[in-house]
């Protein structure tokens, strides 16, 4: 080898090894995704063929993700609470993201997700606990600027010290921000609702984000069953010249007709604007119970509540756990039925009306401190019920939660039989008894 | 004259409703499903009788007002030309009608001219300053419809109708939805029945809409015009300046 074949870096170095050589086989990794078919809304929810796999939550976002003809996902893969973003970004590799990149931290990412959605593609993006909160400003200005987007929030704790255990108080961050709030209680709600998200965002009468939660670390790293429809079809692309508002298109003389911000030019009138905007916001909210009633089968799920004489109301893992109460209070000949609360805003507040009328007893069981359910609960059948409600049993900073402290609740409820627990909404309420109370300090 | 013989209590009716009232939403009010139309707040299942209704209120009321929103004015494709051109239609029916565009929404400031234009930040001002007691919206985009049909509700005596190209609008009086070129031909038909039964005439010259006094001023002291003769044509040619908001004003505004 002469020196003028010599190959070298920019730094001098040779190059020592070779290219390799043109393969003929080469296949065009997005060959299997540009194979995909779009499929209608009706089809891919109701129709659609489905095969079950056995797969973790974070898995069954990334096959939500795939057949929902996402245009940009971005990502700040806060550790080690979800590998969402990361499997995400394999898709990108294999063609079925348009767009994809590391933002610098949750700020810019909520912010760029903002900006993706204005601009008419549609958008997704994952993130967990305090990652969750530094990105709060950005995800919580979202419904005002009426921007659909699918958000998954992987609950972790928020609280000092910080921990990577499921505890889902962020969820109470996210409930009065004007967003969609579902909360999945295992790998097959993630699934679903993610994809379901998409299209409920997207309606011109909604046009608002969806956040898809669940307890992670329980949902998003352990495995379950997937019940999943071919993932040769997509969804229809967003259609964005349909929303609400007009997408940002810089290019165009129109675009000075866009979304300029009003409120900030503080008059009489700009409180008005403010205000009606919210009221609108909101509305939305409400226009999307339909849609989840026809896309996700209802806003809850209840088993066994028709002439219950205690009622579990939890939502998220809460609710496998409350399932299995439920089977071990039949074993002592307790009739209790179970209201899984799939979604968090719009609230089932006339469902859960209804299915409370009659009951004596209800137990809403948490993975936080703060029971923001049991206050959705009480807030809602408030006159319309006279069931007692127990406000726990409740655990957090990562704790399981034995299906026995929810027995116990609902036994000491129904029967008088001292709890080992001090239900939660006594201690909150300020009225400890210090009978109670010794009674626990004994059990333990 | 009585407009209706449907006797249950209306929920969404001209103002002022208040300071700051529920919005239809917070009032359980609904939005239509195909076919229908919301009738003050009440489900309609025939959108024709909404229709009727609003025919009857813009052929009756004072100062009856179209707002054609950007949808409208700004020829995105040929598809909204053609609604245009059929809005058009629509006031062809509608003696002294004004028509009061809404290029855009951005506040205007330092001042509005309600002659001039309509905004959603602060439509009352439009409907206070020309006394407005009927109005349509069509072609604005639903969220900025529904900023300006809560307002207008809450501070205005005005008859608010939203004709929507998509689900249509709890808060206003009177709404239909899904409203293509062929459906707004058929308000215009729609009108043109109603009025003819009410015995309203159409002026001879068919100039029968009556421009505001910016609008007078901007066409040489003409004081009316055949909306016809306005009618764009496929091709780029709808514009601001087409509807007497000229570049100028357009940067003044920014």
């Known amino acids: 080898m002469n020196e003028t074949e010599v190959k070298t870096n920019p730094q001098g170095d040779p190059i020592t090894s070779v290219a390799a050589p043109p393969s003929a086989t080469k296949k065009d990794p997005h060959a299997e995704a540009k194979r995909q078919k779009v499929v209608t809304p009706e089809y891919m929810f109701h129709e659609a063929p489905r095969t079950k796999e056995f797969i973790t939550g974070s898995e069954a976002a990334k096959e939500a993700v795939r057949r929902s003809n996402v245009d940009l996902a971005i990502a700040y893969p806060i550790t080690p609470q979800s590998e969402t973003m990361q499997l995400v970004g394999v898709l990108y590799g294999e063609g079925y993201v348009k767009e994809y990149y590391r933002g610098e931290e949750e700020v810019g990412v909520m912010a760029a997700i903002a900006g993706g959605s204005r601009a008419g593609v549609r958008c997704y993006t994952a993130t967990a606990g305090p990652g969750t909160l530094r990105g709060l400003e950005g995800i919580a200005s979202w419904p005002g600027h009426r921007l659909p987007v699918v958000a998954m929030f992987t609950c972790r704790v928020v609280n000092a010290p910080l921990a990577i255990q499921p505890d889902n108080i962020e969820v109470s961050y996210l409930l009065n921000c004007g967003m969609i709030v579902f909360h999945a209680e295992n790998q097959q709600d993630m699934f679903d609702f993610t994809m379901a998200g998409f299209t409920i965002s997207e309606k011109n009468d909604v046009t608002l984000p969806v956040g898809v939660c669940c307890d992670g670390f329980f949902v998003t790293h352990a495995r379950g069953y997937v019940r999943m429809q071919d993932r040769g079809i997509k969804l229809p692309p967003r259609e964005a010249w349909r929303g609400a508002v007009p997408v940002l298109d810089a290019e165009n003389p129109p675009a000075r007709l866009s979304r300029d911000a009003p409120v900030q030019k ?21 226009r999307s119970r339909k849609y989840i009633n026809k896309y996700m089968g209802g806003l809850l799920t209840a088993e066994n509540v028709e002439g219950a004489d205690a009622i579990i109301i939890a939502s998220g893992s809460a609710a496998a756990q409350s399932r299995e109460a439920v089977r071990l209070c039949k074993e002592k000949g307790l009739n209790v039925g179970l209201i899984k609360v799939r979604s968090l805003r719009p609230f089932p507040t006339q469902e859960l009306r209804q299915l409370c009328a009659k ?18 609960v009480a807030t809602a059948i408030y006159g319309y019920s006279k069931a007692k409600i127990i406000g726990g049993p409740r655990v957090y900073g990562g704790q399981s939660m034995p299906v026995e402290l929810i027995v116990d609740e609902v036994e000491s409820g129904l029967t008088g039989k001292k709890s080992t627990n001090v239900a939660m909404s006594q201690i909150m309420g300020g009225t400890v008894n210090p009978d109670d109370v010794a009674h626990f300090m004994r059990s333990i | 004259m009585a407009t209706t013989q449907d006797t249950r209590e209306r929920i969404i009716v001209p103002g002022p409703a208040g300071f700051h009232p529920p919005s239809a939403a917070q009032l359980g009010v609904s939005l239509p499903d195909p076919g229908q139309g919301l009738f003050y707040g009440l489900l309609e299942p025939n959108e024709d009788v909404v229709i009727e209704e609003m025919a009857r209120k813009m052929l009756t009321s004072p100062n009856a007002t179209i707002f054609p929103g950007p949808l409208l004015l700004w020829a995105w494709n040929d598809h909204a030309v053609e609604k245009a051109k059929a809005t058009l239609e629509i006031a062809a029916q509608i003696p002294e009608v004004m028509i009061i565009p809404m290029p855009d929404y951005r506040p205007k400031y330092p001042k509005i001219d309600p002659e001039e234009v309509i905004n959603p930040n602060h439509p009352n001002l439009t409907i206070w300053g020309n006394k407005i007691e009927a109005c349509i919206f069509i072609g604005v985009h639903c969220h900025y419809a529904n900023l300006t049909l809560k307002m207008i509700r809450a501070g205005t005596n005005c008859c608010t109708m939203a004709i929507c190209a998509e689900q249509g609008h709890e808060d206003a009086m009177l709404t239909i939805r899904d409203s293509d ?66 570049a100028e004003q357009m940067k003044r505004e920014g």
């Open chain 1, 359 to 376: 009951t004596k007893l209800i137990v809403v069981p948490e993975f936080n401190y703060v029971g923001w359910l049991a206050k959705e």
């Open chain 2, 181 to 246: 070129t062929l459906k707004i031909k058929r308000v215009a038909q729609i009108f043109k029945k109603v009025r003819e039964q009410m015995g309203i005439k159409l002026p001879e010259n068919g100039q029968n809409v009556r421009f505001t006094g910016t609008q007078s001023k901007v066409h040489g002291g003409q004081t009316h015009t055949n909306p016809m003769a306005f009618a764009p044509t496929p091709g780029g040619t709808g514009s601001a300046a087409m509807f007497g908001h000229s």
């Open chain 1, 266 to 286: 503080s008059n009489f009138m700009a409180y008005n604007i403010h205000a009606v905007w919210q009221q609108e916001v909101w509305a939305a909210v409400e």
